[in-house]
Nanobody
């Protein structure tokens, strides 16, 4: 049974940092592209970042480029999202997801975590 468990969310002030973590189990982690998505209240879930199985290729949404950094450890079966210079518009539930191909398409991701809330106040 595949499980993705996110942690590290919270309530912070604009300009602060948070580091999200996603622990994976029940899958061959090193074979999967891992992604982070977010969903703000009343909006569709949107792509934030992804990292290839090897960690070599990384992609970011334009809205977070230069502020967020994705990384992974294929021994610990974890993926992280370091979020710096947070803005109120980053407020959302953040989801970890796994897929085989390198794709930013939400529909291509097979496995999802339950999400962790990030709230940024001005």
């Amino acid at each position: 049974q595949v499980q993705l468990v996110e942690s590290g969310g919270g309530s912070v002030q604009a300009g602060d940092s948070l580091r999200l973590s996603c622990a994976a189990s029940g899958l061959t982690f090193s074979s999967f592209t891992m992604g982070w998505f977010r969903q703000a209240l009343g909006r569709e879930r949107e792509f934030v970042s992804l990292i290839s199985w090897s960690g070599v290729h990384k992609y970011y949404a334009d809205s977070v480029k230069g502020r967020f950094t994705i990384s992974r450890d294929n021994v610990e079966n974890r993926v992280w999202l370091q979020m710096n210079s947070l803005k109120p518009e980053d407020t959302a539930v953040y989801y970890c997801a796994a897929t085989i191909p390198e794709t930013t398409s939400r529909k291509e991701f097979d496995y999802w975590g339950q999400g962790t809330q990030v709230t940024v106040s001005s």
